[in-house]
């Protein structure tokens, strides 16, 4: 593991002030990138969501995306497989903000899940509503996640719904469905985040002329669809095989799940905004 902090990558553990604000109150907020054949994934992105949060939270964080992909790249150069970042901004002794980052090997799923798929569950508790909590901050506070996850521990993934009984999003995902060989999501004014995947995804869909529809996705079309999958920046698509003790698919995933998983790296290493 490589970590930045005070200015500077180190290869050995730091130490932070028990008395930072992100320890002490979860006032912090992060994001998490990866790296394909040791390139950074839209980066830009993933900076101008950091700097949305920071703002929204109002911890000041000055830095211009420049200076912190050079950060970035800085710190994955030398891995020798792809990696995990996970850059995270506190409020620090609430003058000075503290930015620190940190890299691992690729937290990816098993190979095999693209394969054989995921057990998904849903949660009883219900998204913070956005009135009270904005649905595109990243924050490190994830205390009602915790709480919801309780007893579904064996699910790689629990879906939450907003608090009007829509379906939302997981704890670390997205989620499609596909019905009548159109792409469903639920749409952002669903209260989710803006994931970058998911927005890559819908581009690739839009490409290969599969048609999509952004909307309020009831429950029970979780229990009627004929595909569905998942979106995630560490791990891509994951094809979902279950969910709670609904069977999706047996032997493989369904037809425009396995498109989208075929094309999905040949689309974003097309891309140049993406790097």
Same mark, same amino acid.
């Given at each position: 593991?490589?970590?930045?902090?005070?200015?500077?990558?180190?290869?050995e553990?730091?130490?932070?002030?028990?008395?930072?604000?992100?320890?002490?109150?979860?006032?912090?907020v992060?994001?998490?990138?990866?790296?394909?054949?040791?390139s950074?994934?839209?980066?830009?992105?993933h900076?101008?969501?950091?700097?949305?949060?920071?703002?929204?939270?109002?911890i000041?964080?000055k830095?211009?995306?420049?200076?912190?992909?050079?950060?970035?790249?800085?710190?994955i150069?030398?891995?020798?497989?792809?990696?995990?970042?996970?850059?995270?901004?506190?409020?620090?002794d609430?003058?000075?903000?503290?930015?620190?980052?940190?890299?691992? *090997?690729?937290?990816?799923p098993? +190979?095999?899940?693209?394969?054989?798929?995921?057990?998904? #569950? /849903?949660s009883?508790? @219900?998204? &913070?509503d956005?009135?009270a909590?904005?649905p595109?901050l990243?924050?490190?506070?994830?205390?009602?996640?915790?709480?919801?996850r309780?007893?579904?521990e064996?699910?790689?993934?629990?879906?939450m719904?907003?608090?009007?009984?829509?379906?939302?999003?997981?704890?670390?995902?997205?989620?499609?469905l596909?019905?009548?060989?159109?792409?469903?999501?639920?749409?952002?004014?669903?209260?989710?985040?803006d994931?970058?995947?998911?927005?890559?995804?819908?581009?690739?869909?839009?490409?290969?002329?599969?048609?999509?529809?952004?909307?309020l996705?009831?429950? *029970?079309?979780?229990?009627?669809? +004929?595909?569905?999958?998942?979106?995630?920046t560490?791990a #891509? /698509?994951i094809?979902? @095989?279950k &969910?709670?003790?609904?069977?999706?698919?047996?032997?493989e995933?369904?037809?425009?799940?396995?498109?989208?998983?075929?094309?999905?790296r040949?689309?974003?290493?097309?891309?140049?905004?993406?790097?």
């Open positions: 593991m490589r970590i930045y902090f005070n200015s500077k990558w180190h290869d553990e730091v130490q932070i002030s028990v008395m930072d604000r992100g320890f002490m109150y979860g006032e912090g992060y994001e998490s990138l990866r790296t394909y054949n040791g950074l994934f839209a980066p830009q992105k900076f101008n969501r950091f700097k949305r949060s920071s703002q929204i939270l109002g000041p964080f830095m211009d995306f420049e200076e912190f992909k050079s950060i970035l790249i800085d710190g150069e030398g891995m020798k497989t792809d990696c995990t970042i996970r850059i995270v901004l506190t409020n620090g609430g003058k000075r903000p503290v930015l620190l980052a940190y890299i691992t *090997d690729l937290q990816a098993p +190979s095999d899940l693209y394969t054989y798929g995921v057990d998904v #569950g /849903i009883r508790l @219900r998204k &913070i956005e009135s909590l904005p595109l990243k924050t490190i506070s994830h205390a009602n996640l915790m709480i919801a309780q007893g579904k064996n699910f790689y993934e629990i879906l719904l907003n608090s009007a009984g829509f379906v939302a999003e997981g704890f670390m995902s997205n989620i499609f596909v019905e009548n060989n159109t792409l469903v999501t639920p749409s952002i004014d669903t209260g989710i985040l994931g970058i995947t998911r927005e890559v995804v819908i581009d690739l869909a839009k490409s290969l002329e599969i048609r999509i529809d952004e909307r996705v009831n429950v *029970d079309e979780l229990f009627n669809c +004929s595909e569905c999958f998942l979106t995630r560490s #891509g /698509i094809p979902i @095989r &969910i709670e003790n609904r069977s999706v698919f047996q032997d995933p369904g037809g425009i799940t396995q498109l989208l998983m075929e094309n999905f040949p689309y974003i290493f097309q891309r140049s905004d993406l790097w």
